[in-house]
């Protein structure tokens, strides 16, 4: 029969690993599922990410790929993966799909969303889930509505990068960023063909500085311009970040 190649699609709490990539430190997301495609097919499998997410970083949409001797039905890999992995990792969708597709380097874009919890008191049933901020009457959601509007569009977006980072190229295409606000949690959700490290995490902390008036909407252009991460806002924490979803056809 030959090798095969199966794609997942994986939902996950990223609370308690240290990132998707298998790592010394601590347990990860792709060693989890690697460890359970051991017991399942006897094989050493290795399997590819669409991309990294950090520690605590969750995701509903996380896209993998792995070749395979097995057998077993490319649908019925979710069945069997979701009997044998923690119940902080669920495979929603597993398929057979052609030897040359690759889950990061066949994606065209990516989808985020960053959860906000605006109130008095934090909440004990989202500590994990969502950055707690008390600007209650201070935050303006249209300020950062407005300030959201310059991000979009073709940028080098080296002032929203964590620092240190190897990557040579910062050019990055925003399509979208929408923010919708409910009762306390505001949710941000950013739509581009590809994000560097920690991008969402500081574009989110540099919008929610313009809703406290920290820094001008206005200004928001001739910040990305300046290439400067000491203009830009805070890096926002890991526990609010969601992989919503990849994209393999233009967004």
Same mark, same amino acid.
């Given at each position: 029969?030959?090798?095969?190649?199966?794609?997942?699609?994986?939902?996950?709490?990223?609370?308690?690993?240290?990132?998707?990539?298998?790592?010394?430190?601590?347990?990860?997301?792709? !060693?989890?599922?690697?460890?359970?495609?051991?017991?399942?097919?006897?094989?050493?499998?290795?399997?590819?990410?669409?991309?990294?997410?950090?520690?605590?970083?969750?995701?509903?949409?996380?896209?993998?790929?792995?070749?395979?001797?097995?057998?077993?039905?490319?649908?019925?890999?979710?069945?069997?993966?979701?009997?044998?992995?923690?119940?902080?990792?669920?495979?929603?969708?597993?398929?057979?799909?052609?030897?040359?597709?690759? !889950?990061?380097?066949?994606?065209?874009?990516?989808?985020?969303?960053?959860?906000?919890?605006?109130?008095?008191?934090?909440? !004990?049933?989202?500590?994990?889930?969502?950055?707690?901020?008390?600007?209650?009457?201070?935050?303006?959601?249209?300020?950062?509505?407005?300030?959201?509007?310059?991000?979009?569009?073709?940028?080098?977006?080296?002032?929203?990068?964590?620092?240190?980072?190897?990557?040579?190229?910062?050019?990055?295409?925003?399509?979208?960023?929408?923010?919708?606000?409910?009762?306390?949690?505001?949710?941000?959700?950013?739509?581009?063909?590809?994000? *560097?490290?920690?991008?969402?995490?500081?574009?989110?902390?540099?919008? *929610?500085?313009?809703?406290?008036?920290?820094?001008?909407?206005?200004?928001?252009?001739?910040?990305?311009?300046?290439?400067?991460?000491?203009?830009?806002?805070?890096?926002?924490?890991?526990?609010?970040?969601?992989?919503?979803?990849?994209?393999?056809?233009?967004?």
């Amino acid at each position: 029969m030959g090798m095969r190649n199966i794609k997942l699609i994986i939902e996950y709490d990223g609370t308690n690993y240290c990132g998707w990539q298998t790592q010394k430190n601590g347990p990860s997301i792709q !060693a989890e599922i690697e460890k359970s495609l051991e017991k399942l097919t006897g094989e050493a499998v290795r399997i590819h990410g669409s991309g990294r997410t950090d520690a605590g970083v969750h995701a509903r949409g996380q896209v993998a790929n792995f070749m395979t001797d097995s057998t077993i039905p490319g649908d019925k890999f979710s069945y069997a993966l979701n009997n044998l992995l923690p119940r902080d990792i669920v495979i929603k969708d597993s398929t057979e799909v052609s030897p040359d597709f690759h !889950a990061r380097f066949c994606a065209v874009g990516k989808k985020y969303s960053y959860l906000v919890l605006n109130s008095r008191f934090p909440t !004990a049933l989202l500590r994990n889930y969502a950055y707690h901020i008390n600007y209650c009457e201070r935050l303006d959601i249209e300020k950062i509505k407005k300030a959201a509007e310059a991000f979009i569009g073709t940028h080098d977006f080296s002032g929203f990068m964590a620092a240190g980072s190897k990557i040579t190229d910062a050019v990055r295409t925003i399509y979208d960023i929408s923010v919708e606000n409910e009762k306390n949690l505001i949710c941000i959700s950013y739509k581009a063909n590809g994000f *560097l490290y920690n991008m969402v995490r500081i574009i989110t902390g540099t919008l *929610l500085y313009t809703g406290i008036d920290k820094i001008c909407p206005e200004d928001i252009k001739d910040i990305i311009l300046s290439k400067d991460r000491e203009r830009a806002g805070i890096t926002a924490p890991a526990c609010g970040l969601y992989l919503e979803e990849v994209y393999y056809d233009f967004p």
